[in-house]
């Protein structure tokens, strides 16, 4: 069966530091892959999806990127976080018209 | 452009009782439309997938509608737990070679024993 990994969980990092969140799924081939934000008391907000090796679509400006080195891994990525980007962040995967997430990472930038 | 609202925000209820959740939608041209759960501090959980062209899909206690014309779609909850407690969203898929959802904001539901 397919499996999506996430992490870290949870990381607290101080403002202008760098960010690296990583997703691997399990178990399926050239999969569909997305970066959502789920910021307190807002609704969910697509940040990237990838639809095959470096293959990066962003839906917003910001002042976040991503990368699809391999198949199954997606990495969110920053050189300097900003308070703003304090969140939760979830990785997701689509087959079959289906969507999957990750169990998310916990981000607080002070 | 693909607006999403679940009402109401949030719903409090007894145990054992029957529900229901709401998610409208306003351009009708979808592709599916998909129910989730999510649990305090975690990802979320699918429970549903209905297609376009179905009108209902069943799991277990929860039964999902969908009526494209009206841009509505509703969850049913039947014999309520304290373990359904949790928000749930809807989101819509408007179609696309990609995979974009639209999702509304949820319902926090609250079921008490």
């Known amino acids: 069966s397919q499996t999506i990994h996430q992490w870290p969980a949870t990381l607290v990092q101080p403002v202008g530091s760098p960010l690296s969140l990583e997703c691997t799924v399990e178990g399926t081939s050239n999969p569909n892959l997305y970066w959502y934000r789920q910021a307190a008391g807002r609704g969910l907000q697509l940040l990237f999806y990838s639809v095959g090796i470096g293959q990066i679509s962003s839906e917003v400006p910001q002042n976040l990127s991503a990368s699809r080195p391999q198949d199954r891994q997606f990495i969110l990525s920053s050189k300097k976080l900003l308070l703003s980007d304090s969140g939760f962040y979830l990785c997701?995967?689509?087959?079959?018209?289906?969507?999957?997430f990750g169990e998310g990472s916990r981000l607080t930038v002070l | 452009k693909q607006e999403v609202t679940q009402i109401p925000a949030a719903l409090s209820v007894p145990e054992g009782e029957n529900l229901v959740l709401n998610c409208s939608f306003t351009d009708s041209a979808i592709y599916n439309l998909q129910w989730f759960r999510q649990d305090p501090g975690k990802g979320l959980t699918s429970l549903l997938l209905i297609q376009s062209s179905q009108r209902e899909q069943t799991s277990g206690r929860l039964n999902a509608s969908l009526d494209k014309s009206s841009g509505r779609s509703t969850l049913y909850i039947a014999a309520s737990q304290p373990g359904d407690s949790a928000t749930y969203l809807c989101?819509?898929?408007?179609?696309?070679?990609?995979?974009?959802?639209?999702f509304g904001k949820g319902t926090l539901l609250t079921v008490n024993p």
């Open positions: 989101a819509v898929h408007s179609g696309g070679s990609n995979y974009k959802l639209t």
């Open positions: 997701a995967w689509s087959v079959a018209g289906e969507l999957f």
